[in-house]
């Protein structure tokens, strides 16, 4: 029993070599010569516990994404390209679909087949490399007042400047100096805690406030931006990652192209909230075995009463007709806040850039001790508070609260909700962990990847030729297929055809360098 498994060596000598061992296996049709092959596919994971090599590389590629957009000197061209003959050929038929659709409605025909037809139309035109909906927004927007709170204090507002570079300094030498900033943002205390986050005295710690922090932080940060835009005068681009403190709560780390002085940062930081303008959760309604039961003409109704609840619409209409209301939950930063300079090319640069990434390929859940019993009840705690908190308009906790959930259908019971957000491993948090504005360095991340595969092709001496999108055919493989290999089979192969390119590249090094190949091989060995 002490001896190895010989299919989990397999897997570590995968790792090794940055092989995929989760592989997704996908059947691939060569429309010109009629060849048909199993391919095996990276499985793309972005978290260690999941895939170490995926992870790992995903990692590498948000490092060249944010060290290239970081002190980008010239203005990013986001001009999109014209469409060619086939996406014009796609959008002309949506059109075509679209007429045939409004006169089958007029006629009070089924629409059901054309919806469908629609549906995939649509899907195909994104595939062809359109961005968004050919319809645009098809719904109104809702919107209250503007105005400030006035417990929060008024920021500068300058001229926008049609840039997204900050500004340069030269020195007395002639050296022109490019700085940025590297910014931590923090949520406020709940209470005082140990350092291993859990809190002094449990019962005083604020977790339904905790709660809503987090589940409402995405949208702080998105406000904090736009300020820090309007504050500084020009687009101000950023790359940024969220991460979990030990007290469990999220906090943010930015890298921001251009600089300001780091008292008006923090006087941003101060002036910045977001304002949850969602219904009441004051009152519970509904709960244990007095839940709402669905109809199926009408929603939810009261299960004594046979009262319809209110839908999300009417609950917010509600709230808009009412002067006095306030909003359920306003979200501000703490007072930490830590501004650094940074200049391009410096330890700095480096060091903050992999600091940035190095939580990416833990879960938010990780940052819990599984063998600290202190921290573990704090997360018990945080996720109780998160049990029956709205994490969305399409949360059914709404229904405990006597308002149907937005876009409400019948099963959905308090408690139960599905949501990214009410995961133990997401602690409330459902934002994206990693944040990039647009014009950051002027590519895609496909674009990045693109790089990598056009850099180890070059490495390899093998062509990089454009591949007509329209050759292959794919199919997904399921896993009982008669046809497909067992995985350790295909984990072979792929370490296998690692290690001949691994070599390929020592050898292409070696007579770069001017060194026998024989001593290439024994440093392999």
């Known amino acids: 029993m002490a001896q190895p498994l010989a299919r989990e060596v397999v897997e570590e000598i995968a790792k090794q070599y940055g092989v995929c061992i989760r592989p997704i296996a996908l059947r691939r049709l060569d429309t010109y010569t009629g060849k048909v092959e199993t391919v095996d596919v990276p499985c793309g994971a972005t978290l260690e516990s999941k895939c170490p090599p995926c992870a790992k590389r995903n ?26 003959d086939y996406q014009r050929y796609l959008v002309g038929l949506r059109a075509d679909a679209q007429a045939w659709r409004d006169e089958a409605e007029k006629a009070g025909e089924d629409t059901t087949d054309l919806d469908a037809a629609i549906g995939d139309l649509d899907d195909e035109i ?15 927007k809702r919107s209250r007042s503007t105005r400030r709170r006035q417990d929060a204090p008024d920021l500068p507002k300058r001229a926008m400047n049609a840039t997204t570079l900050g500004r340069t300094f030269t020195g007395a030498d002639g050296k022109t100096f490019r700085p ?17 986050g859990a809190p002094v005295d449990p019962s005083t710690y604020d977790y339904a406030r905790a709660a809503r922090d987090a589940l409402h932080f995405s949208k702080l940060v998105d406000r904090f931006v736009q300020n820090l835009r309007r504050v500084a005068g020009f687009d101000v681009q950023y790359f940024a990652s969220v991460e979990p403190q030990k007290r469990l709560a999220p906090h943010l780390h930015m890298a921001v192209r251009g600089h300001l002085p780091r ?15 969602w219904p009441s959760v004051d009152t519970v309604k509904f709960e244990a075995d007095h839940l709402p039961v669905w109809e199926d003409d009408a929603g939810y109704l009261d299960p004594v009463t046979g009262e319809v609840l209110p839908t999300w619409d009417d609950a917010l209409d509600e709230l808009d ?11 501000r930063f703490g007072v930490q806040v830590d501004v650094q300079g940074v200049l391009a090319g410096t330890t700095d640069a480096d060091t903050c850039i992999r600091y940035l990434s190095k939580y990416l390929t833990k879960s938010i859940g990780d940052a819990i001790d599984p063998e600290d019993s202190a921290q ?7 996720g109780n508070a998160l049990r029956y908190e709205p994490c969305s308009p399409t949360c059914p906790n709404w229904l405990r609260y006597g308002v149907q959930p937005k876009n409400a259908k019948p099963g959905l019971i308090p408690g139960r909700c599905r949501g990214k957000a009410h995961k133990p491993e997401h602690l409330g948090y459902a934002g994206r962990r990693v944040l990039v504005s647009r014009k950051w360095s002027n590519k895609t991340l496909t674009e990045h990847k693109h790089d990598r595969r056009t850099w180890v092709l070059e490495a390899l001496g093998l062509p990089d030729e454009p591949i007509d999108p329209h050759r292959y055919v794919w199919r997904p493989v ?13 984990l072979l192969r792929s370490v296998h055809e690692r290690q001949r390119w691994r070599n390929h590249l020592r050898e292409l090094e070696a007579q770069a360098d001017g060194r026998e190949l024989s001593a290439i091989s024994e440093e392999a060995a």
């Open 321 to 331: 007709q009412d002067d006095e209301a306030e909003p359920l939950h306003v979200v």
């Open 263 to 277: 008292a008006e940062i923090k006087q941003i930081a101060a002036a910045t909230y977001h304002q949850v303008w």
């Open 59 to 84: 990692r590498q590629l948000r490092m060249a994404q944010c060290r290239e957009g970081w002190h980008l000197d010239h203005e990013p061209v986001n001009t999109p390209d014209e469409a060619d």
């Open 376 to 382: 573990r009840e704090h997360a018990e705690r945080l």
């Open 126 to 140: 994104n595939r062809a490399g359109m961005r968004g909906d050919v319809l645009g927004r098809t719904t109104g």
């Open 478 to 490: 399921k896993p009982g297929d008669p046809g497909l290999d067992p995985i350790g089979v295909r």
């Open 180 to 196: 940025s900033m590297f910014i931590t943002l923090t949520l406020p205390s709940y209470g005082r805690v140990r350092k291993n």
